[in-house]
């Protein structure tokens, strides 16, 4: 501040480093070596007056006005140097500006450098729009983004004299100034060369692209919106300029418990408005091969983004099928997202844990995974630029080959309070429902969306005879570098990005008739994007007020991650209608926007959309109807897309479109209510396009669905008599008629449900002669034997008819998803849905009843696995169409051994392939284990009844039913299924006692002490009374032990106490696993558990460390092992292999085995302690990168006296050594295994029945 004051007072200014140089290099040249030089640089008066003694009038004031702007000065006896007129200027322009800029922001002169930009001292949105408003007070109404498109003292000063230069000149030279000056005041050092940035530097432009190498055709698109489940409808709501805003639906959350108009609250949120869409709580999961069970952890954004996709693929008339054949499965995802709000709900700890670990990479890998896609599955995320720079990766993997179809699109959902409540702190939310594009807002109302696009290269699309909705002619993205602020935009970066876009595209901006913009209600970013785009249209030649310009935000508000995909939308359903569609304009003009001076004019009714005309070489000549969109993401990414319009096929003579011949009408889905759903979907349709071409609407029906097990096929030969049967069939559904009950003999229609057909009659349809029949149908022109032998699940070869000739591929409504609700639940809620599986089935029976039959209780285990209704599954049907994986089936098989049939075992189960293939392998006369024949005494054996359902940790791992029970503890992973072979050569009953919270949704035990003291309980609800005998591998055999000493303090016997390689590790000597390495051991020991006893082929199937990116953030690790599970053979899904990870994450670090510490037995003489030793002295051996991500993890195992603890407390302590190549091995390894397994045979021999007790 005082050496402001001191510049203001004296009129010296600091000498420039050019000013010097300049001075220097004259004087050196004119010196004649007597002279004395004293060089000033500043205003030439007070110069003067300070030199006389007259500086003590002056005070210190505000910036002077222009008028009173000194010119550089220096005294000195010499001439002038020459100096043009606007050199003059900018010198004397710039000079001035950087008093402003200093004066504004208190900075001193010399340190405001004229090429750094005005973030760099520190000037915020509301010192430039001062700045603004000071310099409008001297050259009037200004641009409001004037000061973030010129960012620099010298940027600033170019653009006033390009614009303003009179009244500039004017303003900044004093009387006389431009004539000859006296000598001692005219500049003797003129302005410093124009230092160039790096950025200002001269570039190449990029050349044109010759012919149409670049374009993309669109030939398929799909989304949903506000208000509108459909595109059709998102159009009728767009051109009847609807608004589609509305107040927060209940169904999210009580928007006015959150709610409060003030600003500054940190807690709530000003804004209650935005653009909603309807049931995205619901879902069809078996459609999709999932259990329901695990559609409630799945994200709703991948939810709706699947069935987007299958909507899109039915748009276009592609089937799975049809994918294989033309594409070879090489089809790329590209999904555009930006919020993760779902792991903001409370549920149980799993399904927390779960969530909060989700990729957004899921949502296009879930697709990928679905539809056996193998082309790029990427999820982009540029925040509201993101769907666009989802088609622009698109673009590239098809040009690039890696890919030859591509889906690209963008989904967005609003979940949780929290969303707005944080974009409230940041102030960009809109304070009114009329916060809208262009007008005067204060900012934005968030949307949700949905939608996709499916892409070709345009040659391949013309090559396969595709239909072209329109072409994608260039996208470009780039960044806007360094602003004012992190969300604040650069409207030079803007209009770089767009211009270059038009001149990669090879068009010229003055063909186009429509800008779809980004506005979005933001005062200032709607504002600065008009700039953009007004420099780059300007500079084109575009008239004023000529080119139409609006925003479908205006309409539902501004769809975030999927905005960019709703403009698209728009641009194509006005391209297909050749009309333009309103923008709302809800209360006053935004004031900063100038459309009167812009080549704009903003499109506020319904309008036809002629094709253009344009003088190209004196020539009139129509140009294709083009339009662009931006997208721009607040973090600075930007996203340019130009579209144009593709040439129309000629319209079909309607007259001679019915030509009166029979078509089979085929008509399927998964379940009746969708068949249902499907019909009316259809009859709306045609009630709104009665013109509909009956061969057209055949030929799509026949050609581009794929034909699911419950089907319909209608017979008629017209339009007309179609929309008629239609309507006889839906009257009767709503009278109460059952889909099934339908008769043809009153109805041309065959109806049929493929999963039902018997197996002799789905034989021959599959068989050699299927083909030969089909032939003789259509040769005979028996269209109502050839409808019902596709009602039964045979293949007709729809091309073979002929009466489709010359038919096309139309828009005919998608397939009507059966959904419910799946949503993560309150805690409570969630107690409720998911008490422990096994329950059900023991105890559903009630005294009196005939108890259920093994089928009937097999289906019941199943169906509470999978969160299903025994009825809604069907016996014929494969168990993977309902998610039943590998994990689930090997749950499944542990709850029928033990409740059902305790022979089963678990490769039976793995070699089935439907629920009827389980059921008949199941005993014919089986009852269930709780009321089978046995040796046991009665009490016991009605203990062991209720205890699988008590306890889901209690495991039967063999048949047999004779002899006191032997109870094994769980390893480190948790499950108990490892001891199933061994259980095999023991004759007596064998219980695993696996983890609570393995399998299961249950929040595991913590602690050693806590898990016993509940699996003491466990036993005993099988066993009241000793004596017992107990084992374990590796940590189980510590936890066999801390079992003995507790029932040992109840006054219990334990007799016989095995451990197998057990260590004693306490206190600092435990190991501290890295999370990453426990999930890399989850992984391992599913795919370990698929091998058996052949660890020869460990190294072939298992996931070695170097093949994992350890650097990978936890949700991206995660996933790439799960993709490397699946690679290796795990059958699960993604969603179900990472649920066990989290549970083995959570379970081991539940054991806190480094608290544990080993305590004397009461009577330790009582146990005979048999410990099977690892005689290599290796922990993991050659397997340790297979079960750790650090080589130190398990290096103080190796070779250590870890079973010293169990000698010193155990008395009959007595060791045997076996050849195992390390301690993983020691029941996978053959010959280790057979030592193991005949020694517990003999030790748990028939002897030991004599001690049972009853």
């Not at 100096?83 to 504004?104: C, H, M, N, P, V």
């Not at 779809?516 to 600065?528: F, R």
């Not at 004019?601 to 004196?618: F, H, N, S």
């Not at 409570?828 to 089928?855: D, I, Y």
Request: glycine fraction near 8%; hydrophobic fraction near 40%; proline fraction near 6%.
């Amino acid at each position: 501040q005082r050496e402001q004051q001191r510049i203001v007072l004296t009129g010296i200014e600091p000498l420039s480093d050019s000013g010097g140089l300049g001075f220097l290099q004259q004087a050196l040249a004119q010196a004649s070596g007597a002279e004395r030089w004293m060089v000033l640089e500043g205003d030439i008066a007070k110069i003067k007056r300070f030199i006389a003694g007259q500086w003590q009038q002056d005070r210190f004031e505000e910036p002077p006005a222009p008028q009173e702007m000194p010119a550089a000065t220096a005294l000195a006896p010499s001439t002038p140097l020459a100096a043009s007129a606007e050199g003059d200027l900018q010198a004397l322009a710039i000079r001035y500006f950087k008093q402003l800029l200093s004066t504004t922001l208190k900075r001193p002169l010399e340190k405001i450098d004229s090429d750094a930009s005005f973030e760099r001292y520190g000037a915020d949105s509301i010192m430039l729009t001062e700045l603004t408003r000071q310099l409008e007070r001297l050259f009037g109404s200004l641009p409001n983004t004037l000061l973030y498109e010129y960012q620099t003292v010298r940027e600033l000063s170019a653009y006033f004299i390009g614009q303003h230069a009179q009244r500039l000149d004017q303003w900044l030279r004093p009387e006389g100034a431009k004539a000859s000056a006296p000598r001692e005041e005219t500049s003797l050092i003129a302005e410093a060369p124009v230092r160039q940035r790096a950025r200002n530097r001269q570039q190449c432009e990029t050349p044109a692209v010759a012919g149409n190498s670049r374009d993309l055709a669109i030939i398929g698109i799909s989304g949903r919106y506000p208000g509108a489940a459909d595109l059709e409808t998102f159009w009728h709501k767009l051109a009847g300029g609807e608004d589609l805003i509305s107040e927060v639906p209940s169904a999210r959350w009580d928007h006015q418990a959150y709610f409060d108009p003030a600003r500054d609250r940190f807690d709530k949120t000003y804004c209650k408005w935005g653009g909603f869409l309807d049931g995205v709580e619901d879902f069809d999961p078996l459609f999709f091969n999932l259990s329901p069970r695990e559609a409630h952890i799945i994200n709703p954004n991948d939810r709706l983004f699947l069935e987007t996709c299958w909507n899109l693929l039915e748009s276009a008339g592609l089937t799975r099928q049809q994918i294989q054949q033309r594409y070879q499965q090489q089809v790329g995802v590209f999904v555009g997202v930006m919020y993760q709000q779902y792991q903001a709900f409370e549920s149980d700890l799993v399904r927390e844990s779960l969530v909060s670990v989700t990729s957004y990479s899921a949502i296009a890998n879930r697709v990928s995974y679905f539809f056996d896609f193998q082309g790029p599955s990427l999820a982009i995320d540029t925040m509201c630029s993101s769907s666009i720079s989802a088609i622009h990766a698109a673009g590239e993997a098809l040009r690039n080959g890696d890919c030859r179809l591509a889906i690209a699109g963008g989904v967005n959902l609003t979940l949780h309070p929290k969303k707005y409540i944080g974009l409230s702190v940041g102030q960009v939310l809109g304070s009114h429902a009329g916060s809208r594009s262009f007008a005067d807002g204060d900012g934005y109302l968030p949307a949700e969306g949905v939608g996709a696009v499916l892409l070709k290269t345009l040659a391949d699309a013309e090559r396969d005879g595709d239909p072209i909705l329109a072409v994608i002619k260039s996208t470009a993205v780039n960044h806007g570098g360094h602003t004012h602020g992190f969300s604040v935009p650069s409207a030079k970066l803007q209009a770089a990005l767009i211009d270059s876009n038009f001149k990669r595209a090879g068009i010229d901006p003055r063909t186009l008739s429509y800008v779809e913009s980004a506005a979005n209600g933001s005062a200032m970013g709607d504002a600065i994007e008009l700039s953009a785009l007004s420099r780059v249209f300007s500079a084109a030649g575009v008239a004023p007020q000529s080119c139409a310009i609006g925003s479908v935000k205006s309409n539902i508000g501004h769809a975030e991650a999927a905005s960019g995909m709703s403009a698209l939308s728009k641009l194509v359903l006005q391209l297909q209608h050749r009309q333009l569609a309103p923008s709302l304009l809800l209360g006053e003009l935004n004031p900063k926007l100038d459309f009167a001076h812009s080549p704009f004019v903003l499109q506020r009714t319904l309008a036809e959309w002629p094709q253009p005309v344009l003088e190209i070489d004196g020539v009139e000549q129509p140009v294709p109807r083009r339009a662009c969109l931006s997208a721009f993401g607040a973090g600075g990414s930007n996203a340019h897309l130009i579209i144009e319009e593709y040439p129309s096929a000629p319209t079909p003579d309607l007259a001679a479109s019915e030509p009166g011949l029979m078509q089979i009408v085929p008509l399927s889905a998964h379940s009746s209510a969708a068949l249902q759903q499907g019909l009316e979907r259809l009859a709306r349709h045609l009630d709104r396009h009665p013109q509909v071409r009956l061969q057209d609407l055949a030929h799509t029906l026949q050609n581009g669905r794929e034909a699911m097990p419950l089907r319909l096929a209608l017979r008629v030969s017209s339009t007309a008599q179609l929309r008629g049967l239609l309507a006889e069939i839906l009257q009767r559904l709503q009278q109460g008629q059952a889909l099934a009950s339908l008769d043809s003999a009153d109805l041309p229609l065959a109806l049929g449900n493929v999963d039902e057909v018997p197996a002799a009659l789905a034989s021959l349809l599959s068989g050699p002669g299927a083909a030969a029949l089909s032939a003789g149908l259509i040769a005979a022109a028996d269209l109502q034997q050839l409808a019902l032998l596709w009602t039964q699940g045979g293949e007709i070869p729809w091309h073979a008819l002929g009466r489709n000739t010359g038919a096309a591929l139309i828009p005919l409504p998608t397939y009507a998803f059966d959904k419910q609700r799946y949503w993560l639940e309150q805690p409570s809620a969630v107690k409720a849905l998911h008490e422990p599986l096994t329950a059900a089935a023991s105890t559903r029976h009630v005294v009196g009843q005939k108890p259920p039959t093994a089928a009937e209780q097999g289906r019941q285990l199943l169906a509470d696995l999978l969160g299903m209704q025994p009825q809604d599954l069907s016996p014929s049907k494969p168990l993977s169409a309902y998610g039943a994986d590998s994990i689930v089936m090997l749950q499944w098989a542990m709850q029928v051994q033990a409740q059902i049939d305790p022979g089963l075992a678990l490769a039976d189960i793995q070699q089935c392939q439907t629920l009827g293939d389980v059921l008949q392998r199941l005993s014919r006369d089986a009852t269930p284990a709780s009321v089978a024949e046995s040796v046991l005494p009665a009490h016991i054996l009605g203990l062991l009844s209720g205890s699988t359902t008590r306890f889901p940790e209690l495991q039967r791992l063999n048949p047999v039913q004779q002899g006191r029970p032997v109870f094994w503890f769980h390893g480190a992973l948790g499950g108990s299924e490892i001891y199933q072979g061994l259980a095999q050569h023991i004759q007596r009953p064998f219980f695993g006692l696996q983890a609570r919270g393995w399998m299961t949704d249950r929040a595991p035990l913590q602690g050693i002490q806590a898990m016993a003291a509940y699996y003491v309980q466990v036993i005993q609800s099988v066993q009241p009374q000793g004596p017992y005998d107990l084992g374990g591998y590796s940590l189980g055999g510590m936890l066999a032990y801390e079992v003995t000493r507790q029932l040992q303090e109840l006054g219990e016997t334990v007799i016989s106490l095995v451990m197998l390689d057990s260590p004693d590790v306490t206190g600092e000597r435990s190991a501290r696993l890295a999370d990453k390495t426990r999930l890399l051991q989850t992984v391992n020991m599913s795919l370990q558990m698929t091998l058996g006893q052949t660890p020869e082929r460990f190294a072939e199937v298992l996931i070695h460390r170097d093949e994992i990116d350890l650097a990978l953030s936890p949700a991206d690790y995660l996933q790439q092992l799960t993709d490397l599970a699946r690679q290796r053979g795990l059958k699960t899904s993604d969603q179900r292999l990472q649920q066990l990870m989290a549970q083995v994450t959570q379970i081991q670090q539940a054991y806190q085995v480094e608290h544990y510490r080993i305590q004397p037995l009461p009577r330790a003489a009582e146990v005979a302690c048999y410990y099977f030793r690892n005689a290599s002295g290796l922990w993991m051996g050659d397997l340790e990168p297979f079960f750790s991500t650090d080589s130190q993890e398990f290096a103080a195992f190796n070779h250590a006296d870890y079973w010293q603890e169990w000698q010193r407390q155990l008395p009959n302590f007595e060791m045997i050594e076996v050849a195992s190549a390390n301690h993983m091995t020691l029941l996978t390894q053959p010959e280790v295994f057979r030592v193991i397994a005949q020694f517990c045979a003999t030790l748990y021999g028939q002897r030991s029945v004599e001690n049972a007790v009853g």
